[in-house]
């Protein structure tokens, strides 16, 4: 067997779970709500320093998502043209890593008041790390189905 | 139990492997050296599109990464403040996922070639995703220890 026969697999642990009112949809203002993220005792230390953020990247696992699908029209809308999964930041996708942006309004010990995170209540909490706009690119090129920032609230 | 007690555990996919020359040390000037990703035949579906994209979010998997750390001098610098992980972007974490934007410079078929990813050869890639601006934020404040953007060319 070649390497390319084959897949490692790794084991992802919970650090954390989404605690909020979004049982079974994402409401379109997600990004003006406030979600608690219950983290661990055992990875409290992991937090030291991080109030010292205004911005979070949080990561997820969003367990509900369907792993096998491969391509999609993004923001369900078929208008858009059939896309890889790895072309878009749909929730469906081999590992459902989600990633957010979020403003951390305050942490109370282990728990983390995060603005704007469009995950579900009880979804796993997998990392966390400090936003800074040092990762930020200028004279990006991507798709025309991407929607611009303006476009873009509600969608997602 | 309460649901404080115990965390679940999801299982991680490799989806593809970097391939570079970066054995056992990452150069300074990784910014500027290409990686090849070597997407497993049974994803190349997902990539449909992903070339009409110039940056990429590439998350992989730090295999070689010490999970059990929870605090770090960030940059290996003890000048700088003991920091919980969470409040770093340190490669040792609980879960070792590491994302990097890169320019993406060209895909042939299933292998994707990528400017700027700070990752050894033959780590795990197990996710991917588009770069787009609107994920920048104004504004953000954090902590003194983290370099401007000009200062961080070099440092990891």
Not at 18 to 23: G, H, S
Not at 42 to 70: M, P, Q, T, Y
Not at 96 to 118: F, S, W
Not at 119 to 126: E, G, K, R, Y
């Amino acid at each position: 067997m070649t390497s390319l026969d084959v897949g490692r697999t790794f084991k992802v642990k919970e650090i954390g779970t989404v605690k909020n009112d979004f049982k079974d949809e994402i409401p379109e203002d997600y990004r003006n709500k406030t979600s608690l993220l219950k983290i661990y005792p055992e990875f409290e230390e992991a937090l030291l320093g991080i109030e010292g953020n205004s911005h979070l990247a949080v990561l997820c696992w969003f367990d509900r998502s369907d792993r096998k699908v491969k391509r999609v029209h993004p923001f369900g809308d078929e208008s858009n043209p059939l896309t890889g999964v790895f072309a878009t930041r749909a929730p469906v996708r081999p590992n459902p890593i989600a990633e957010t942006i979020c403003e951390l309004e305050k942490r109370e010990e282990n728990e983390l008041y995060v603005k704007g995170l469009d995950a579900f209540d009880n979804t796993p909490v997998i990392d966390i790390k400090p936003y800074t706009s040092n990762y930020h690119v200028e004279g990006v090129k991507y798709p025309e189905w991407v929607p611009d920032k303006e476009e873009r609230r509600g969608k997602r």
